[in-house]
């Protein structure tokens, strides 16, 4: 079992940054990719980037350069710098963890942090 717990959201102003952070505990493996999924209010949930226990990254949504995912494999963290916010990236941002096995895929989520920017 893996418990996902994410931090760093929070309030702020367009133009400002943040860094969110999500540590994984339990037992993982270095199979496991982690990333970053972002749900604005109404809509659905979409993945913005993920990266492997070796550090390899994929984006599906950088926010036009604006959003740069990392990890620190010693400690099962990753992290979202997110610059330059905008009010569209207002939403609820979650980790997640999924791992493949001879089962199928299958997904950890942690409990989402809020993301607010005001104009």
């Known amino acids: 079992q893996v418990q996902l717990v994410e931090s760093g959201g929070g309030l702020v102003q367009a133009g400002e940054s943040l860094r969110l952070s999500c540590a994984a505990s339990?037992?993982?493996?270095?199979?496991?990719?982690m990333g970053w999924y972002r749900q604005p209010p109404g809509k659905q949930r979409d993945l913005l980037a993920a990266?492997?226990?070796?550090?390899?990254?994929s984006y599906r949504d950088s926010g036009e350069g604006r959003f740069t995912i990392s990890r620190d494999s010693a400690t099962d963290t990753i992290y979202l710098q997110m610059n330059s916010l905008k009010p569209e990236d207002t939403a609820v941002y979650y980790c997640?963890?999924?791992?493949?096995?001879?089962?199928?895929?299958?997904?950890?989520w942690g409990q989402g942090t809020q993301v607010t920017v005001s104009s």
């Open positions: 339990g037992k993982t493996f270095s199979g496991d990719v």
């Open positions: 990266i492997t226990n070796t550090g390899t990254i």
């Open positions: 997640n963890l999924r791992r493949l096995s001879f089962a199928g895929r299958h997904d950890y």
